[in-house]
Protein backbone atom coordinates (compact mmCIF):
# COMPACT_ATOMS: atom_id res chain seq x y z
CA UNK A 1 0.00 0.00 0.00
CA UNK A 2 1.49 3.71 -1.33
CA UNK A 3 0.47 5.84 1.68
CA UNK A 4 0.74 10.04 1.77
CA UNK A 5 -0.67 12.11 4.62
CA UNK A 6 -0.92 15.55 4.23
CA UNK A 7 -1.18 17.30 7.03
CA UNK A 8 -1.11 20.63 5.43
CA UNK A 9 -5.04 19.85 3.88
CA UNK A 10 -6.69 19.71 7.64
CA UNK A 11 -4.86 15.80 8.02
CA UNK A 12 -6.03 14.67 4.97
CA UNK A 13 -4.67 10.69 4.70
CA UNK A 14 -4.68 9.03 1.11
CA UNK A 15 -3.94 5.55 1.08
CA UNK A 16 -3.23 3.03 -2.82
CA UNK A 17 -3.63 -0.96 -2.03
CA UNK A 18 -2.54 -2.46 -5.93
CA UNK A 19 -4.32 -5.09 -8.29
CA UNK A 20 -2.74 -8.39 -7.10
CA UNK A 21 -1.62 -11.36 -9.24
CA UNK A 22 -1.91 -15.11 -7.80
CA UNK A 23 1.70 -16.41 -9.47
CA UNK A 24 1.81 -19.96 -8.04
CA UNK A 25 -0.45 -22.01 -6.07
CA UNK A 26 -3.95 -20.84 -6.08
CA UNK A 27 -6.50 -21.61 -5.54
CA UNK A 28 -4.92 -23.56 -2.80
CA UNK A 29 -5.29 -20.95 -0.44
CA UNK A 30 -8.40 -21.31 0.85
CA UNK A 31 -7.52 -25.19 0.77
CA UNK A 32 -4.76 -25.44 3.49
CA UNK A 33 -2.16 -24.65 0.89
CA UNK A 34 0.66 -22.20 -0.26
CA UNK A 35 0.79 -19.67 -3.05
CA UNK A 36 3.01 -16.74 -4.38
CA UNK A 37 1.58 -13.85 -5.35
CA UNK A 38 2.34 -9.68 -5.74
CA UNK A 39 1.34 -6.14 -6.24
CA UNK A 40 1.74 -4.26 -9.67
CA UNK A 41 1.53 -0.79 -9.96
CA UNK A 42 -0.61 -1.12 -13.39
CA UNK A 43 -3.94 -0.90 -11.41
CA UNK A 44 -4.76 0.75 -8.06
CA UNK A 45 -7.77 1.57 -5.53
CA UNK A 46 -7.27 4.60 -2.95
CA UNK A 47 -9.00 5.91 -0.17
CA UNK A 48 -9.06 9.21 1.15
CA UNK A 49 -10.25 10.37 5.05
CA UNK A 50 -10.75 13.33 5.33
CA UNK A 51 -11.74 14.91 9.63
CA UNK A 52 -15.22 16.05 9.33
CA UNK A 53 -18.23 17.04 11.54
CA UNK A 54 -20.15 14.04 10.71
CA UNK A 55 -19.18 10.07 9.91
CA UNK A 56 -20.06 10.56 6.07
CA UNK A 57 -19.53 7.65 2.73
CA UNK A 58 -19.33 9.41 -0.25
CA UNK A 59 -20.40 7.43 -3.21
CA UNK A 60 -18.00 7.43 -6.23
CA UNK A 61 -19.66 9.32 -9.55
CA UNK A 62 -19.39 6.01 -11.59
CA UNK A 63 -19.03 2.95 -9.60
CA UNK A 64 -21.74 3.79 -7.32
CA UNK A 65 -24.22 4.83 -9.67
CA UNK A 66 -27.74 6.06 -8.57
CA UNK A 67 -28.91 8.29 -11.42
CA UNK A 68 -30.51 6.43 -14.43
CA UNK A 69 -32.05 7.60 -17.71
CA UNK A 70 -34.61 5.24 -17.76
CA UNK A 71 -35.58 1.47 -16.19
CA UNK A 72 -33.98 0.22 -18.91
CA UNK A 73 -31.09 2.09 -18.23
CA UNK A 74 -30.94 0.86 -15.17
CA UNK A 75 -31.36 -2.54 -15.77
CA UNK A 76 -28.57 -3.16 -18.11
CA UNK A 77 -26.31 -1.29 -15.89
CA UNK A 78 -27.17 -3.97 -13.08
CA UNK A 79 -27.05 -7.24 -15.87
CA UNK A 80 -22.98 -5.53 -17.04
CA UNK A 81 -21.62 -4.38 -13.33
CA UNK A 82 -24.17 -5.94 -10.93
CA UNK A 83 -24.75 -4.66 -7.57
CA UNK A 84 -21.29 -3.97 -6.90
CA UNK A 85 -20.13 -0.27 -5.86
CA UNK A 86 -16.93 1.17 -3.15
CA UNK A 87 -19.78 2.68 -0.86
CA UNK A 88 -21.11 -1.27 1.13
CA UNK A 89 -16.75 -2.09 1.22
CA UNK A 90 -16.12 1.17 2.95
CA UNK A 91 -19.00 0.36 5.32
CA UNK A 92 -18.49 -3.07 5.99
CA UNK A 93 -14.27 -2.15 6.58
CA UNK A 94 -15.63 0.53 9.21
CA UNK A 95 -18.00 -1.88 11.06
CA UNK A 96 -15.31 -4.84 11.03
CA UNK A 97 -12.35 -2.20 12.21
CA UNK A 98 -14.35 -0.59 15.24
CA UNK A 99 -15.55 -4.42 16.33
CA UNK A 100 -12.02 -5.68 16.17
CA UNK A 101 -10.99 -2.68 18.46
CA UNK A 102 -13.68 -3.22 20.87
CA UNK A 103 -13.11 -6.71 21.03
CA UNK A 104 -9.36 -5.80 21.72
CA UNK A 105 -9.87 -3.23 23.82
CA UNK A 106 -8.14 -0.83 21.55
CA UNK A 107 -9.55 2.78 22.73
CA UNK A 108 -10.41 4.95 19.66
CA UNK A 109 -11.21 8.54 19.41
CA UNK A 110 -14.43 9.81 18.77
CA UNK A 111 -13.40 11.91 16.40
CA UNK A 112 -15.62 11.79 12.68
CA UNK A 113 -14.50 11.50 9.22
CA UNK A 114 -15.33 11.76 5.58
CA UNK A 115 -14.64 8.31 3.20
CA UNK A 116 -13.81 8.71 -0.52
CA UNK A 117 -12.82 6.70 -3.03
CA UNK A 118 -11.12 5.86 -6.51
CA UNK A 119 -10.34 3.07 -8.11
CA UNK A 120 -9.11 2.03 -11.83
CA UNK A 121 -8.91 -2.05 -11.45
CA UNK A 122 -11.23 -3.54 -14.14
CA UNK A 123 -14.03 -4.99 -13.09
CA UNK A 124 -14.79 -9.26 -13.38
CA UNK A 125 -10.66 -9.52 -13.96
CA UNK A 126 -9.57 -11.51 -10.65
CA UNK A 127 -7.40 -8.56 -10.05
CA UNK A 128 -9.00 -8.28 -6.74
CA UNK A 129 -10.58 -4.58 -6.82
CA UNK A 130 -12.96 -4.67 -4.09
CA UNK A 131 -10.15 -6.13 -1.30
CA UNK A 132 -8.00 -3.41 -2.87
CA UNK A 133 -10.95 -0.70 -1.69
CA UNK A 134 -11.16 -2.52 1.64
CA UNK A 135 -7.15 -2.64 2.17
CA UNK A 136 -6.23 1.26 1.48
CA UNK A 137 -9.65 2.20 3.60
CA UNK A 138 -7.85 -0.29 6.93
CA UNK A 139 -4.89 1.86 5.86
CA UNK A 140 -6.44 5.28 6.26
CA UNK A 141 -8.31 3.69 9.34
CA UNK A 142 -5.29 2.60 11.38
CA UNK A 143 -3.75 5.90 10.35
CA UNK A 144 -6.52 8.23 11.29
CA UNK A 145 -7.31 6.20 14.93
CA UNK A 146 -3.15 6.16 15.46
CA UNK A 147 -3.61 2.14 15.96
CA UNK A 148 -0.76 1.24 13.04
CA UNK A 149 0.76 0.18 15.90
CA UNK A 150 -1.73 -2.28 18.06
CA UNK A 151 -3.16 -4.68 15.04
CA UNK A 152 -0.62 -6.58 13.60
CA UNK A 153 0.05 -6.81 9.44
CA UNK A 154 -0.33 -10.72 9.99
CA UNK A 155 -4.39 -10.14 11.27
CA UNK A 156 -4.74 -7.27 8.92
CA UNK A 157 -5.65 -9.58 5.96
CA UNK A 158 -8.56 -11.50 8.18
CA UNK A 159 -9.94 -7.70 8.79
CA UNK A 160 -10.15 -7.14 4.50
CA UNK A 161 -11.40 -10.70 4.24
CA UNK A 162 -14.09 -10.05 7.01
CA UNK A 163 -15.35 -7.02 5.80
CA UNK A 164 -15.43 -8.81 1.93
CA UNK A 165 -17.66 -11.38 3.76
CA UNK A 166 -20.22 -9.31 5.47
CA UNK A 167 -21.35 -9.00 2.05
CA UNK A 168 -21.44 -12.29 1.22
CA UNK A 169 -18.20 -11.88 -1.14
CA UNK A 170 -16.59 -15.55 -1.23
CA UNK A 171 -13.04 -15.05 -1.08
CA UNK A 172 -9.50 -16.66 0.61
CA UNK A 173 -6.84 -14.70 2.33
CA UNK A 174 -4.21 -15.00 -0.64
CA UNK A 175 -5.37 -11.39 -2.20
CA UNK A 176 -5.42 -9.75 1.21
CA UNK A 177 -2.40 -10.47 2.28
CA UNK A 178 -0.72 -9.47 -1.06
CA UNK A 179 -2.35 -6.19 -0.79
CA UNK A 180 -1.45 -5.54 2.87
CA UNK A 181 1.76 -6.66 2.13
CA UNK A 182 2.68 -5.54 -1.23
CA UNK A 183 5.21 -6.88 -3.64
CA UNK A 184 6.12 -10.36 -4.08
CA UNK A 185 4.78 -12.55 -0.82
CA UNK A 186 5.01 -16.44 -0.30
CA UNK A 187 2.36 -16.97 1.93
CA UNK A 188 1.49 -20.88 3.58
CA UNK A 189 -1.51 -21.87 4.99
CA UNK A 190 -1.03 -25.03 6.34
CA UNK A 191 -4.04 -26.02 8.84
CA UNK A 192 -1.66 -26.20 11.96
CA UNK A 193 -0.25 -22.51 11.27
CA UNK A 194 -4.19 -21.52 10.63
CA UNK A 195 -5.45 -23.20 13.78
CA UNK A 196 -2.60 -22.02 16.10
CA UNK A 197 -2.28 -18.81 14.94
CA UNK A 198 -5.63 -17.84 13.14
CA UNK A 199 -3.38 -16.98 10.10
CA UNK A 200 -0.87 -18.25 7.82
CA UNK A 201 2.97 -17.94 7.79
CA UNK A 202 3.76 -14.90 5.12
CA UNK A 203 7.00 -14.50 3.83
CA UNK A 204 8.25 -11.42 1.86
CA UNK A 205 10.59 -12.17 -1.19
CA UNK A 206 12.40 -10.00 -3.39
CA UNK A 207 10.71 -8.33 -6.40
CA UNK A 208 13.92 -8.73 -8.31
CA UNK A 209 13.70 -12.18 -8.35
CA UNK A 210 10.85 -11.65 -10.88
CA UNK A 211 11.25 -11.98 -14.85
CA UNK A 212 9.36 -9.69 -16.54
CA UNK A 213 5.70 -10.65 -16.71
CA UNK A 214 2.87 -9.64 -18.44
CA UNK A 215 -1.29 -9.45 -18.11
CA UNK A 216 -3.48 -10.38 -20.14
CA UNK A 217 -7.32 -9.42 -20.55
CA UNK A 218 -10.51 -9.40 -21.96
CA UNK A 219 -12.06 -5.55 -22.35
CA UNK A 220 -15.52 -7.37 -22.16
CA UNK A 221 -14.99 -10.40 -19.67
CA UNK A 222 -19.04 -11.49 -20.25
CA UNK A 223 -17.71 -14.70 -20.51
CA UNK A 224 -15.66 -15.42 -17.51
CA UNK A 225 -17.41 -19.26 -16.46
CA UNK A 226 -20.64 -19.10 -15.19
CA UNK A 227 -21.21 -22.05 -14.30
CA UNK A 228 -21.27 -22.89 -10.12
CA UNK A 229 -18.09 -25.21 -8.66
CA UNK A 230 -18.44 -28.27 -6.96
CA UNK A 231 -14.76 -28.59 -6.15
CA UNK A 232 -15.24 -26.78 -2.50
CA UNK A 233 -18.10 -29.39 -1.82
CA UNK A 234 -15.71 -32.21 -3.14
CA UNK A 235 -13.07 -31.54 -0.80
CA UNK A 236 -14.96 -31.24 1.95
CA UNK A 237 -16.71 -34.21 1.33
CA UNK A 238 -12.96 -35.99 1.07
CA UNK A 239 -12.80 -36.28 -2.43
CA UNK A 240 -9.46 -38.07 -3.09
CA UNK A 241 -8.63 -36.56 -6.84
CA UNK A 242 -9.42 -32.78 -5.28
CA UNK A 243 -7.24 -33.20 -2.09
CA UNK A 244 -4.38 -34.77 -3.97
CA UNK A 245 -4.77 -32.47 -7.04
CA UNK A 246 -4.50 -29.20 -4.34
CA UNK A 247 -1.62 -30.54 -2.18
CA UNK A 248 -0.28 -30.64 -5.92
CA UNK A 249 -1.37 -26.72 -6.69
CA UNK A 250 0.37 -26.01 -3.74
CA UNK A 251 3.58 -28.20 -4.32
CA UNK A 252 3.71 -26.46 -7.59
CA UNK A 253 3.86 -23.25 -5.26
CA UNK A 254 6.70 -24.17 -3.25
CA UNK A 255 8.61 -25.83 -5.83
CA UNK A 256 8.38 -21.99 -7.45
CA UNK A 257 9.42 -20.45 -4.62
CA UNK A 258 12.92 -22.01 -4.84
CA UNK A 259 12.54 -21.72 -9.00
CA UNK A 260 12.36 -18.09 -8.01
CA UNK A 261 14.98 -18.16 -5.17
CA UNK A 262 17.30 -19.86 -7.84
CA UNK A 263 15.94 -18.08 -10.90
CA UNK A 264 15.30 -21.01 -12.48
CA UNK A 265 12.64 -19.54 -15.30
CA UNK A 266 12.39 -22.49 -17.42
CA UNK A 267 11.48 -24.25 -14.43
CA UNK A 268 8.75 -21.67 -13.44
CA UNK A 269 7.47 -21.88 -16.75
CA UNK A 270 6.88 -25.40 -16.42
CA UNK A 271 5.51 -25.18 -13.05
CA UNK A 272 2.75 -21.74 -13.98
CA UNK A 273 1.55 -24.42 -16.90
CA UNK A 274 1.55 -26.74 -14.34
CA UNK A 275 -0.96 -25.23 -12.14
CA UNK A 276 -3.36 -24.01 -14.85
CA UNK A 277 -3.31 -27.81 -16.01
CA UNK A 278 -4.17 -28.75 -12.42
CA UNK A 279 -6.47 -26.38 -11.67
CA UNK A 280 -8.53 -26.97 -15.44
CA UNK A 281 -8.45 -30.63 -14.36
CA UNK A 282 -10.64 -29.93 -10.76
CA UNK A 283 -12.99 -27.39 -12.09
CA UNK A 284 -13.66 -28.17 -15.81
CA UNK A 285 -13.88 -25.93 -18.56
CA UNK A 286 -17.53 -24.60 -18.03
CA UNK A 287 -16.74 -23.67 -14.53
CA UNK A 288 -13.12 -21.63 -16.50
CA UNK A 289 -15.07 -20.18 -18.94
CA UNK A 290 -14.42 -20.31 -22.70
CA UNK A 291 -13.10 -16.74 -23.31
CA UNK A 292 -10.39 -17.57 -19.95
CA UNK A 293 -9.09 -20.50 -21.61
CA UNK A 294 -9.09 -19.19 -24.83
CA UNK A 295 -6.38 -16.18 -23.25
CA UNK A 296 -4.35 -18.80 -21.88
CA UNK A 297 -4.35 -20.63 -25.23
CA UNK A 298 -3.20 -17.69 -26.97
CA UNK A 299 -0.57 -17.56 -24.82
CA UNK A 300 0.51 -21.33 -25.37
CA UNK A 301 0.50 -20.37 -28.95
CA UNK A 302 3.09 -18.43 -29.11
CA UNK A 303 5.21 -20.86 -26.22
CA UNK A 304 4.55 -18.92 -23.34
CA UNK A 305 3.80 -19.88 -20.29
CA UNK A 306 0.49 -18.63 -19.06
CA UNK A 307 -2.07 -19.07 -15.57
CA UNK A 308 -5.24 -17.12 -14.62
CA UNK A 309 -4.25 -14.10 -12.28
CA UNK A 310 -7.15 -15.16 -9.63
CA UNK A 311 -10.20 -16.84 -10.47
CA UNK A 312 -10.49 -16.09 -14.66
CA UNK A 313 -10.80 -12.74 -16.04
CA UNK A 314 -6.92 -12.17 -16.49
CA UNK A 315 -3.98 -14.11 -17.17
CA UNK A 316 -0.18 -14.00 -15.66
CA UNK A 317 2.24 -14.22 -18.69
CA UNK A 318 5.58 -15.11 -18.85
CA UNK A 319 7.58 -15.44 -22.30
CA UNK A 320 10.75 -17.29 -21.59
CA UNK A 321 12.35 -16.19 -25.58
CA UNK A 322 11.88 -12.83 -24.78
CA UNK A 323 11.31 -9.99 -26.71
CA UNK A 324 10.52 -11.94 -30.09
CA UNK A 325 8.32 -13.86 -28.52
CA UNK A 326 6.18 -10.85 -26.43
CA UNK A 327 6.22 -9.22 -30.36
CA UNK A 328 4.57 -12.83 -31.55
CA UNK A 329 2.06 -12.46 -28.48
CA UNK A 330 0.96 -9.04 -28.68
CA UNK A 331 0.44 -9.97 -32.27
CA UNK A 332 -1.88 -12.58 -31.43
CA UNK A 333 -3.76 -10.72 -28.76
CA UNK A 334 -4.43 -8.06 -30.77
CA UNK A 335 -6.10 -10.53 -33.42
CA UNK A 336 -8.13 -12.22 -30.90
CA UNK A 337 -9.19 -8.63 -29.07
CA UNK A 338 -7.18 -9.08 -26.43
CA UNK A 339 -5.71 -6.56 -24.20
CA UNK A 340 -1.60 -7.18 -23.57
CA UNK A 341 0.17 -5.13 -21.02
CA UNK A 342 3.81 -5.50 -19.08
CA UNK A 343 3.41 -5.69 -15.02
CA UNK A 344 5.35 -3.34 -13.06
CA UNK A 345 5.67 -5.12 -9.93
CA UNK A 346 5.61 -2.89 -6.47
CA UNK A 347 8.04 -3.33 -3.87
CA UNK A 348 6.62 -4.29 0.03
CA UNK A 349 5.58 -0.58 1.36
CA UNK A 350 4.93 -1.86 4.87
CA UNK A 351 6.47 1.00 6.98
CA UNK A 352 8.46 0.80 10.08
CA UNK A 353 5.83 0.78 12.32
CA UNK A 354 4.27 -1.91 10.27
CA UNK A 355 7.61 -4.26 10.69
CA UNK A 356 7.65 -3.87 14.50
CA UNK A 357 4.08 -5.27 14.56
CA UNK A 358 5.58 -8.16 12.59
CA UNK A 359 6.18 -11.60 14.53
CA UNK A 360 9.82 -12.51 14.60
Known amino acids: MDSKTSSSSSSV ?10 LLG ?3 DVYHGRTISFTFSNFWASVQLRPSDELVITPHPTHDFVHFRSLDHLINRLSNEGYYGGVRLLMAICKVFYSYCREKEINLHTKNFTLSYDTNIPRQT ?19 FDVRHLIKVEV ?39 EKLGHGIYTPMDINLLPPLYLIYADNPSDSGKVHSTVRKRWLDGDKFIISSMQEVAKVAEEG ?8 YSK ?45 GAIVVFCPDGPSQVKLLKENCQKAGFVLQPIQVVPSCLSEVDLKTLSS
Open 26 to 28: NPS
Open 126 to 144: GLSGSSAIVCAALSCLLDF
Open 156 to 194: RPNLVLAAEKELGIVAGLQDRVAQVYGGLVHMDFSQEHM
Open 13 to 22: IEHKAYARVG
Open 268 to 312: LAMLMNRNFDLRRSMFGDDVLGALNIEMVEVARRVGAASKFTGSG
Open 257 to 264: RTALLEKD
